[in-house]
Nanobody, 123 residues
C-alpha cells in the first residue's frame, strides 16, 4: 500500500512563506509522479503543481506560477511545496497526490492521495 502524509501547514500572514512536505512510503514505482492540489471551502479541488518521476519536468497553475516551487527527494522519498508571497486566496486544504507513471492536472486521474494539511493566509 502507498501512504502519503502531508505536513507543514499553518497560519501565515499575507506576503509570508510556508513549506509543505509530503512523506511517501509503501509500494510505489520508482517512476512515480507527484503533485499538489488544494481545496478551499465551497470550491472544487484544483491543481497547484506537479513534478515528474525524474524531477526534471514541473508544471504549475497560473495562479501560483512564480510564487510556488515543487521539488522532491528520493531518500527519504519526499515531495515539497515551497510557497512564497502568500495571498489570502491561497487559503485551502493542500493535498499531496501520487501516480505510478504519469502526472495530470485533473484530480480524478491520480491514484493516491494524502489526508491534507490546512494552510490559512490572513490579510
Amino acid at each position: 500500500q502507498v501512504q502519503l502524509v502531508e505536513s507543514g501547514g499553518g497560519l501565515v500572514q499575507a506576503g509570508g512563506s510556508l513549506t509543505l512536505s509530503c512523506a511517501v512510503s509503501g509500494r510505489i514505482f520508482s517512476s512515480y509522479a507527484m503533485g499538489w492540489f488544494r481545496q478551499a471551502p465551497g470550491k472544487e479541488r484544483e491543481f497547484v503543481a506537479a513534478i515528474s518521476g525524474t524531477g526534471i519536468v514541473a508544471d504549475y497553475a497560473d495562479s501560483v506560477k512564480g510564487r510556488f516551487t515543487i521539488s522532491r527527494d528520493n531518500a527519504p522519498n519526499t515531495v515539497y511545496l515551497q510557497m512564497n508571497s502568500l495571498k489570502p486566496e491561497d487559503t485551502a486544504v493542500y493535498y499531496c497526490a501520487a501516480d505510478q507513471s504519469h502526472y495530470y492536472t485533473l484530480a480524478g486521474l491520480w491514484n493516491y492521495w494524502g489526508q491534507g494539511t490546512q494552510v490559512t493566509v490572513s490579510s
